[in-house]
T-cell receptor, first 111, second 115 residues
Framework: GQQVMQIPQYQHVQEGEDFTTYCNSS?????IQWYKQRPGGHPVFLIQ?????EVKKQKRLTFQFGEAKKNSSLHITATQTTDVGTYFC???????????FGQGTELSVKP | DTGVSQDPRHKITKRGQNVTFRCDPI?????LYWYRQTLGQGPEFLTY????????KSRLLSDRFSAERPKGSFSTLEIQRTEQGDSAMYLC?????????????FGEGSRLTVL
């Protein structure tokens, strides 16, 4: 079925360390989006990946879409306290259809 | 403010009562989505509209839940005979329809507490 799994559920890092969250689908995705939700806030769009093997960078954030379009990752280099929040991947199976969110990875950063 | 707005922001109700939430999307957005989020979980899809047409409703959604978007602008989500398990944040989001699914713009959410 259409389900998106995300790991880990929590990640605690020291400021300056790297962070990675992984997203996996059992069936091929059309595209995938990533969102960040700050504590007490609502999800905010970060990026969309469409092509097989696509890699996109936003400053210290690197997003990858797997060759088979079944998995994706978000990597943050040298975390800062402003990176704190929960990161969600959201898979789209049909062009223009609904987004299926993963469970999220909650990132805490110790200064 | 031209973002997605939701009302009320908080609602406390007793079990068995009906509640209704309203969502005003970004004005030019023709797609509107409802999600539910509980603590420590990702947003769970409920339903979505293109203009006034309800295109899909989650099979997990009981018959107590109904959503409308009568004029293709604002939307309402009604929960009848609320249960404690309905306690959650109800998120509304909107976007422009197009060949590629674009970003969703979320509202601040309506938090429901059922006593």
């Amino acid at each position: 079925g259409q389900q998106v799994m995300q790991i880990p559920q929590y990640q605690h890092v020291q400021e300056g360390e790297d962070f990675t969250t992984y997203c996996n689908s059992s069936t091929t995705l059309s595209n995938i989006q990533w969102y960040k939700q700050r504590p007490g806030g609502h999800p905010v769009f970060l990026i969309q990946l469409v092509k097989s093997g696509e890699v996109k960078k936003q400053k210290r954030l690197t997003f990858q879409f797997g060759e088979a379009k079944k998995n994706s990752s978000l990597h943050i280099t040298a975390t800062q306290t402003t990176d704190v929040g929960t990161y969600f991947c959201a898979g789209i199976y049909n062009q223009g259809g609904k987004l299926i969110f993963g469970q999220g990875t909650e990132l805490s950063v110790k200064p | 403010d031209t973002g997605v707005s939701q009302d009320p922001r908080h609602k406390i109700t007793k079990r068995g009562q009906n509640v209704t939430f309203r969502c005003d999307p970004i004005s030019e957005h023709n797609r509107l989505y409802w999600y539910r989020q509980t603590l420590g979980q990702g947003p769970e899809f409920l339903t979505y509209f293109q203009n006034e047409a309800q295109l899909e409703k989650s099979r997990l959604l009981s018959d107590r839940f109904s959503a409308e978007r009568p004029k293709g602008s604002f939307s309402t989500l009604e929960i009848q005979r609320t249960e404690q398990g309905d306690s959650a944040m109800y998120l509304c989001a909107s976007r422009l329809a197009g060949p590629n699914t674009g970003e969703l713009f979320f509202g601040e959410g309506s938090r429901l507490t059922v006593l």
